[in-house]
């Protein structure tokens, strides 16, 4: 009777009504996914006009017209001659090219480019974890529409937002076995130097994931799919070494943490993050979600980026301009903790 022309063909029906269902299920997750991603696209696409901009694209001109860096600042008017070290002269020269080649447009596109670039970059470093699509999807609105606020302006902070993501990937590979990965910080560094001061973030990132690595070899917890020591060390030298790869030499770290450790109360941007408003709301539910997913599956092995997560957490509350550092790091190294947590 099994093998029956009946049986067999009441089997196809049953095999097709399975594969149905699946296809259905599939379609609706995609437009589900799609539906999200919409969404996230069109707040994306809202630009602003920065009060900075338009120093940016003139800086990035000047360059581009004399085909050299001005040393002293020619649009001061107190006090005249300053020295200027200007750590976003290749941002400018960037904005520069674009507004030549497109106008304010073109300057948009890019800035939406930059954001699209964040979004498809963390959504597939978390589908790669283990989170289903619509879960990935789900994670990169509730993480990016608070991150948002710094998407939203052409501002040379979108290189250090890209910078800080590629140095999280690499990172998070390395302690996943994949430390080949640690050769292309340096090169990275050389980049984001001359592109924005926010390589500072990028460096106390790999300072952090570097002493925890440390320590935990020191109380021998360190797993054989870490990167060996050495070559950790020969690149957070080498990261180190690239960033002098500048105009300014030692003169840019100089000026960067004299400038950086200097109180700005009445700017918005370095006001704490208002925990009452919907990008504090936002903000509480990351940590919520990804605080007890690696409180809850984070092993021994991954205290590294579990350091990472500590340090970077509370900085939304020292400066809501650090909100999107956190969600990228969140994001990033919570990733398979998340999915851990689901199952």
């Known amino acids: 009777w099994l093998n029956s022309p009946l049986a067999r063909r009441r089997e196809?029906?049953?095999?097709?009504?399975?594969?149905?269902?699946?296809?259905?299920?599939?379609?609706?997750?995609?437009?589900?996914?799609?539906?999200v991603f919409a969404f996230l696209a069109y707040s994306l696409t809202h630009t602003m006009a920065?009060?900075?901009?338009?120093?940016?694209?003139?800086?990035?001109?000047?360059?581009?017209?004399?085909?050299?860096?001005?040393?002293?600042?020619?649009?001061?008017?107190?006090?005249?001659?300053?020295?200027?070290?200007?750590?976003?002269?290749?941002?400018?020269?960037?904005?520069?090219?674009?507004?030549?080649?497109?106008?304010?447009?073109?300057?948009?596109?890019?800035?939406?480019?930059?954001?699209?670039?964040?979004?498809?970059?963390?959504?597939?470093?978390?589908?790669?974890?283990?989170?289903?699509?619509?879960?990935?999807?789900?994670?990169?609105?509730?993480?990016?529409?608070?991150a948002s606020m710094g998407l939203v302006t052409v501002r040379p902070q979108l290189f250090t937002y890209l910078g800080f993501l590629l140095?999280?990937?690499?990172?998070?590979?390395?302690?996943?076995?994949?430390?080949?990965?640690?050769?292309?910080?340096?090169?990275?560094f050389a980049a984001w130097a001359n592109l924005h001061g926010g390589f500072l973030a990028g460096v106390a990132v790999l300072g952090v994931w570097a002493t925890a690595h440390v320590v935990l070899a020191w109380r021998g917890g360190r797993s054989p799919d870490h990167p060996p020591l050495v070559a950790l060390m020969a690149c957070v030298l080498g990261s180190l070494l690239a960033t002098l790869a500048n105009p300014y030499g030692v003169g840019l770290w100089r000026f960067l943490l004299d400038t950086a450790t200097v109180p700005r109360p009445d700017i918005t941007e370095w006001a704490p993050v208002s925990l009452f408003e919907l990008n504090g709301l936002l903000y509480l539910v990351v940590v919520a979600v990804s605080g007890v997913a690696m409180a809850r599956h984070t092993a021994l092995r991954a205290a590294p980026l579990a350091a990472i997560?500590?340090?970077?957490?509370?900085?939304?509350?020292?400066?809501?301009?650090?909100?999107?550092?956190?969600?990228?790091?969140?994001?990033?190294?919570?990733?398979?903790?998340?999915?851990?947590?689901?199952?």
């Open 12 to 35: 196809q029906e049953a095999l097709s009504l399975v594969m149905f269902e699946r296809r259905g299920a599939v379609k609706g997750a995609v437009a589900l996914i799609a539906l």
């Open 50 to 146: 920065d009060v900075d901009l338009w120093g940016h694209v003139r800086f990035g001109l000047d360059h581009l017209e004399t085909g050299r860096l001005a040393r002293t600042d020619p649009y001061s008017y107190t006090p005249g001659g300053q020295a200027w070290i200007n750590h976003e002269w290749l941002t400018e020269v960037i904005f520069a090219l674009t507004y030549r080649a497109a106008g304010g447009a073109g300057l948009a596109l890019l800035k939406l480019v930059c954001a699209v670039l964040l979004v498809g970059l963390v959504y597939v470093h978390l589908v790669r974890r283990g989170l289903s699509p619509l879960e990935g999807g789900i994670l990169v609105l509730l993480g990016f529409l608070p």
């Open 167 to 188: 140095v999280l990937l690499a990172i998070e590979a390395a302690d996943r076995g994949r430390w080949s990965w640690l050769w292309g910080l340096p090169p990275v």
């Open 309 to 343: 997560y500590a340090v970077t957490a509370p900085l939304p509350v020292m400066a809501v301009r650090h909100l999107p550092l956190f969600i990228l790091a969140a994001l990033v190294v919570a990733a398979a903790p998340m999915a851990a947590l689901r199952g």
